[in-house]
């Protein structure tokens, strides 16, 4: 029998991370996956929708062509079969990364489906592997809610999940979309912009619930302007065949779809654990701050702890459980994690959002700074957007950080080294930022926190 130090369950971003870090730091590593290394993010998630979003870009500023005085003489179409190739090359060469890493990293790899026989047992192969910890990184699936027809549409592949969307055979005339959430709005973004007609029905208030008020409208304003219907505080109540009936104001309405993408969130693989009897919080495993079970020496971090569903995060968890089990004492702070959407604009946020503070009873400022304002904005010809800063009235902590603009996910880490570091808007308005940079609209926005914005 084969004994390890730690025996990962999953090959996700939580998963190979921890086996990765681990394995430097000293430990005997064993990782099982049963489909392929990199797990939901890397083969049907993250990476695939962001690399059809960049084509979705490119196809829509090529038709924008004269706007930069370039000019196109012929038509242009879309290939969404060549599009679909790049996805699965830009997928293929990263799975083949992670594997080539955990390989370098002496960590061994098993391809199959790991059964827990007890936390310091796991068949995998009909082969029985013993080990002293066990971290869980089973991930999550996609929810197919109880809406009558609507099992029977997926399983004619009418209604799909973001997993089989990715890899239609052409691109739908209509597209509708249940949930208006992060998934949800990508895809919404990606069909519309190659010419789907896109509807989004959303039972909350409004799409993207958790992020800023004003981010949220504005992002709303965006989608529609784009041709995107959306429908909020609306609930679908059934599906037959390629119809949708949903009630909106009271009314019922129907609404024909050639594809229907269900988005409404999604559910830890937990199946499986039972004989681990491990403590649940609904439907995924609970665990602290070191990312501990309630069973010794047994870990679960990522997806199936139901905390954050995002890749990033996962990742952060798999550091922490793997310096944790090496003798590490560093906690996971969830309070610092950055969000992010892909749309046209991008949205990224890190902290409270202004309701959130209100709820708290916190004296609080808020700087705004619109794209604009920016020259490389200008520049680049991407002046839709603002930035929101939240501090706090005294001290300029940082509270919350909101972004609307084009990269607004690689700005956001700013806010997350200041926040780490204890930082203030003083110390980000004080620090010079290159010039002419989308960077600036941070600096900006701080000053505008402490005082006044220079360029506004």
Known sequence: MKTYD?????????????????????AKVALIE????????????CIPTKTLLKNAKVYKTVKHAADYGVMIDGKINVDWASMLKRKNIVVRKLTMGVFGLLKKNGVEV????????????????????????????????PIIPPIPGLKEAYEQGIAVTSRELLKIEKIPESLVIIGGGVIGCEFATIFSSLGSKVTIIEKLDGILPMMDDDIRSAYTKTLKKDGIDIFASSEVKGVKNHEVIYISEGNEVKINAETILVSVGMKANTQGLEVLNLKMDRSAIETNQYLETNVSNVYAIGDVNGKFMLAHVASAEGLIVAEHIMGGKREMRYDRVPNAVYGSPEIASIGLTEKEIKVQGISYKVSTFPLMASGKALADNEKDGFIKLIVSEKYKEILGAHIFSYNASDLISEFGVTLELEGTAVEIAHTIHPHPTLSEIIMEAAHGAVDKPIHM
């Not at 730690?6 to 000293?26: E, S």
């Open 6 to 26: 730690i025996i990962v369950l999953g090959g996700g971003p939580g998963g190979y991370v921890a086996a990765i870090k681990a394995a430097q730091l000293g």
């Open 34 to 45: 049963k489909e392929v290394v990199g797990g939901i993010c890397l083969n049907h998630g």
């Open 110 to 141: 098993f391809s199959g489906y790991g059964k827990v026989l007890a936390k310091n047992k796991v068949e995998v192969n009909g082969e029985i592997l013993e080990t002293k910890n066990l971290i869980l990184a089973t991930g999550a699936s």
